[in-house]
């Protein structure tokens, strides 16, 4: 299989893997399960060439397809634990696949688990339920050379530079990729779901701190972190992260060397920091697909839970939204616990107490002991793994 291909069908996973998520959280009829699966066919007709199939195995979570194991992302990997929960160990796809047959395959994976659904092969996709886990190395396939990484979601350096291609879009003043953003979120979401350990994610994505999208992805698996602690779950679940992604957006038009000046900011230059929540929202409002809650909690983020802060509003009844409220929280945290420019990263301890000194008045207490008793947790799962504590240096 050639580059040209082997980059089709790896779309075709990202497309498919998409558009199963979608489906478990909205109706198969929902346009966006439509418009991935046409995506996605379009891919796959590619990535067949001039073939009569491709055969795709499943190993573990891993995939193999026509002989060859596909490099690790977050979308194969994903493709690869759906078709593992679905029992499923090799797919075979002929040329001639049409999209009802593929969007009947995204149903059922999507429905994986519920009572009645079974997965059933059509004409032009044939389903087989024999599990290759125990392949030997001398059929060219070693366990060993994929089964290394698989805790928390392995956001591969693709997806990230995928993210920060968005993020540079937004800089360049062109149009928000909200699809993609929302595959993004979708992942982050599945992690939780599956029990993963989605917060494990923050420690590697600190080391590239320079970035606003870093700090946004942090916010978001912080945000989705303290949602779902509260039973909040689907649509409201998405939205929420969707929203935090998105919260310093109005930050993308601000000079980076503002952003990341080290020495003692002007008057002006914190004028422009302190729009960017009215920048951001200003912006969002303009794009079709983002979610109202995304508009809302980029402009009151920065909003205190005694109601100082920016920007300041007229009305002495408002309060902010809950989604700006945990943002609030997650963008202290995150902000502290990581190096940056012009400030060392804290110590979780410090953070801790930080954060229980603002109860109260500038950040909701309640959502702080929520935040608190999750964020211990996981120090604690950290320690005892010895992947916690990286001293500032
Ligand atoms: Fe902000
Ligand atoms: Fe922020």
């Given amino acids: ?27 198969i009829t929902h346009s966006q399960v439509g418009n991935l699966c046409r995506k996605a066919l379009g891919c796959l007709t590619e990535a067949i060439g001039t073939d009569t199939e491709i055969k795709i ?16 992302s977050m979308y194969v990997g994903r493709l690869g634990g759906m078709l593992k929960g679905s029992g499923v160990g090799h797919i075979r796809i002929r040329r001639q696949v049409v999209d009802h047959e593929l969007l009947s395959l995204i149903e059922s994976l999507a429905k994986k688990g519920k009572e009645g659904n079974e997965l059933c092969s059509s004409e032009n996709i044939r389903l087989g339920q024999v599990d290759v886990r125990n392949v030997r190395p001398e059929e060219g396939i070693s366990k060993a050379d994929w089964a290394s990484g698989q805790a928390g979601i392995g956001v591969s350096a693709d997806e990230m530079a995928l993210f920060m291609e968005m993020y540079d879009n937004v800089r360049k003043r062109k149009r928000l990729d909200v699809v993609g953003l929302s595959e993004i979120v979708t992942v982050f979401i599945d992690a939780f779901v599956n029990d993963a350990d989605p917060l494990l994610a923050l420690a590697p994505l600190r080391a590239m701190d320079e970035y606003t999208y870093t700090h946004s992805t942090n916010v978001c698996i912080l945000n989705l972190a303290q949602a779902k602690a509260m039973g909040i779950i689907g649509a409201q679940l998405h ?16 000079p980076e060397e503002i952003l990341n000046k080290t020495e003692k900011l002007t008057e002006d230059e914190w004028e422009l920091i302190r729009r960017h929540p009215v920048t951001g929202a200003h912006y969002l409002l303009d794009i079709p697909g983002v979610p109202r809650l995304a508009v809302v909690t980029a402009f009151e983020h920065h909003m205190r839970f005694d109601m100082r802060g920016y920007p300041r509003v007229k009305a002495s009844s408002w309060r902010p939204n809950i989604a700006s409220q945990m943002t609030a929280i997650s963008d ?7 190096k940056r420019v012009y400030c060392k990263a804290e110590d979780f301890k410090v953070v801790e107490h930080i954060l229980r000194e603002e109860a109260g008045s ?7 002991s929520n935040f608190l008793r999750i964020m211990d947790r996981q120090h604690a799962r950290e320690e005892m793994n010895g992947i916690g504590e990286t001293k500032p240096s």
Avoid: C, W
Wanted: zero cysteines; aromatic letters at 6%.
């Fill in 239 to 254: 939205d929420i992260g969707i929203a935090a992604m998105l919260h310093d957006v109005g930050k993308l038009f601000i």
């Fill in 362 to 368: 500038q950040l909701n207490p309640q959502l702080v």
């Fill in 57 to 72: 195995i499943r190993i573990d979570d891993e995939l193999v397809a026509d002989g060859v194991p596909l490099e690790r």
């Fill in 1 to 27: 299989m050639n580059t040209e291909r082997r980059e089709a069908l790896h779309h075709f996973m990202r497309h498919l893997a998409a558009a199963v998520s979608t489906a478990s959280l909205y109706p």
């Fill in 332 to 338: 202290i945290y995150d902000s502290l616990r990581t």
